[in-house]
């Protein structure tokens, strides 16, 4: 027999097994009567089809007893008229399946310097996640929006801190290069196991604001205090989107002592 393969319903609660029918000289001149299926339990080949009875297909689907993230061991081998020919080679499957896709959308907010994208663990369907791919979603002031794939940022899914903690931290300075206030990101994310990828998430309903300085400063006016012995100065504090979204911290005042310089 040739080997055994894992059936396309594999998943973490049921296991397919698939094998190739056999023709021409491959039957030992004489028609095939039965494929005999045999799975190891407790260290025991057991039967799974084909023996006592007649088994003439090509796959059989276990759907009870299957332990998600186990690994199980078949064999098959053919019957014709003579007799059953000899085992395959053992073929060893482990019920899994890809990640299903992430239900809870990623969160991301702005720390001041940094964007950060977090996301719960997904359904990891009987294997381990092996790497992530975040999606970081810019939507523009001027209406445009561009997909930017984080590890182009240095945020790379597949290292095993960002695996084991979900978290993707990048510096707002990096967005700023291409981008600005009030800029919006926002972030889909899918995982990969053994198994393959799962489908994107859905686009996060958080976002995190493109925040930068502040814009320039109004003119600096003489204040009603301004007398021979002092000078008083006054200026508009900025608001709002002059803010460029953060809280302004400080002003910063700067003189020339009198030198008119």
């Avoid at 359904?123 to 992530?132: A, F, N, Q, T």
């Avoid at 993707?168 to 990096?174: F, G, M």
């Avoid at 002092?230 to 460029?244: G, S, T």
Wanted: with cysteine.
């Amino acid at each position: 027999m040739g080997d055994l393969s894992e059936g396309i319903a594999t998943d973490d609660s049921r296991i397919q097994i698939d094998w190739e029918e056999l023709t021409e000289q491959s039957t030992g001149g004489s028609a095939i009567l039965s494929y005999n299926l045999d799975m190891l339990i407790g260290g025991v080949w057991t039967e799974l089809v084909g023996q006592t009875t007649y088994y003439s297909d090509t796959s059989y689907l276990i759907q009870t007893g299957i332990v998600s993230g186990q690994s199980y061991s078949f064999r098959v081998r053919a019957r014709n008229k003579w007799g059953y020919g000899p085992y395959s080679n053992t073929a060893l499957i482990e019920a899994s399946t890809k990640p299903d896709t992430q239900i809870s959308t990623p969160t991301l907010i702005n720390s001041g310097l940094n964007i950060v994208v977090s996301w719960p663990l997904p359904e990891e369907k009987g294997s381990s996640i092996l790497e992530y791919q975040i999606i970081l979603i810019v939507r523009t002031s001027l209406g445009t929006t561009v997909e930017i794939d984080s590890k182009d940022m240095n945020c790379d899914g597949l290292t095993a801190d960002l695996i084991d903690t979900r978290m993707c931290t990048i510096p707002v300075a990096d967005f700023r290069t291409n981008f600005d206030y009030p800029d919006l990101v926002y972030a889909k994310i899918r995982s990969r196991n053994i198994n393959g990828w799962s489908d994107f998430s859905s686009e996060s309903t958080s976002s995190a604001l493109i925040i930068t300085e502040p814009v320039t400063m109004g003119a600096i006016r003489r204040g009603e205090f301004t007398d021979h012995y002092h000078i008083h100065i006054v200026w508009d504090a900025l608001v709002d989107d002059q803010m460029r979204g953060s809280q302004i911290t400080s002003y910063y005042v700067q003189w020339d002592k009198g030198t008119n310089a």
